[in-house]
């Protein structure tokens, strides 16, 4: 059985503006729109790129 990763939703649902990603999560809007219907490898790589958005956001602070 694949792991499932849990969202990685914060329940802080802004999109900035300029990269149209959530300020929250760090997923973009295709990304949380198809994260209910994603198999366990798409959720996985959508984890892996959201949480690289968001340590680049911390490196590089607007």
């Known amino acids: 059985?694949?792991?499932r990763p849990p969202s990685p939703c914060q329940q802080?649902?802004?999109l900035d503006a300029?990269?149209?990603v959530c300020t929250g999560c760090?997923?973009?809007i295709g990304?949380?729109?198809e994260w209910?219907?994603?198999t366990a490898?798409?959720?996985q790589e959508i984890v892996r790129r959201s949480s690289a958005r968001m340590g680049s956001?911390?490196?590089h602070p607007a």
């Open 18 to 20: 300029s990269s149209s």
């Open 31 to 33: 990304e949380i729109a």
């Open 41 to 43: 490898s798409r959720q």
């Open 36 to 38: 209910g219907r994603a």
């Open 57 to 59: 956001r911390a490196s």
């Open 12 to 14: 802080i649902c802004t």
């Open 1 to 3: 059985m694949t792991f």
């Open 26 to 28: 760090g997923r973009t």
